[in-house]
């Protein structure tokens, strides 16, 4: 196993507590990528599961600056691209391979407060839908990982917010059902139920939808 993160730090202790290599990584290079994926195979061989999970939740409305509309950009969605560009042909060589992408249940619903947020995660299922499309045929495995909200650093000093609406979830509870969505093969692995059922209403009838978003939104 092989771990990898902007904390290099935070990947070494990861990496100690399971028995892995690490290596301080910056997802919005494309070049830092290929040498962790050059790493990964010198020392472990073939990449069978590849799990892009970096995420920031940068910017809010509007008037969000463009300088923080791409890093953004850049961490939420072009690090999977750089991260697939490379391992995609390379898996479909060596007969298969998995892709675990990380979005949010704000990449299939929308995030009340933050465009950025809620745009480059809808990018980034988009971009895991169109992958498995086009190489599910050739041995490429996609799932995308949308959860609400779940008890990390990202959301510390913001539990009360309308992302927690359904309660915040353990993130133990989160890997297994990563285990379970991967088990199964299952494309979108949703770790809060309520997720499917509120895409279905969206799929369904989306002028009530936004209209029901809207009443959320006032009350937060
Ligand atoms: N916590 C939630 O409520 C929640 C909900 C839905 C989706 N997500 C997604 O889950 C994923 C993991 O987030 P988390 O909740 O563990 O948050 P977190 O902030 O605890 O962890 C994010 C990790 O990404 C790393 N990272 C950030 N920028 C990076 C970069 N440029 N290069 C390499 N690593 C970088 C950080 O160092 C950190 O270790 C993210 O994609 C996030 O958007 C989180």
């Not at 691209?81 to 619903?109: C, D, F, K, Q, W």
């Not at 009360?160 to 969505?181: H, L, N, T, W």
Request: a negative charge.
């Amino acid at each position: 196993m092989a771990i990898a993160d902007l904390n290099g730090d935070g990947a070494a202790a990861v990496a100690k507590e399971i028995g892995g290599s690490f290596m301080r990584v910056d997802v919005r290079h494309e070049a830092d990528i290929v040498n962790f994926i050059a790493a990964t195979e010198r020392d472990h061989g073939a990449i069978d599961l590849f799990c892009s999970n970096a995420g920031i939740g940068v910017g809010r409305g509007l008037d969000t600056p463009d300088e923080v509309w791409q890093t953004i950009w850049e961490v939420n969605l072009m690090a999977h691209v750089y991260a697939a560009r490379h391992l995609v042909p390379r898996m479909i060589e060596g007969g298969g391979g998995y892709l675990l992408n990380t979005a949010s249940a704000a990449g299939l619903l929308s995030q009340i407060g933050s465009a950025t947020y809620a745009v480059t995660k809808h990018a980034a299922v988009s971009l895991a839908e169109w992958i498995a499309i086009m190489h599910g045929h050739q041995g490429i495995k996609v799932s995308v990982l949308c959860p609400q909200a779940v008890r990390t650093d990202m959301i510390a000093g913001s539990e009360g917010d309308v992302a927690s609406v359904d309660g915040i979830m353990e993130p133990e509870q989160v890997a297994d059902a990563v285990i379970k969505g991967l088990e199964s093969e299952k494309f979108l692995i949703l770790p809060h139920p309520e997720v499917a059922e509120y895409l279905m209403r969206k799929a369904t009838d989306r002028d009530r939808w936004i209209a029901g978003m809207n009443r959320l939104r006032q009350r937060y």
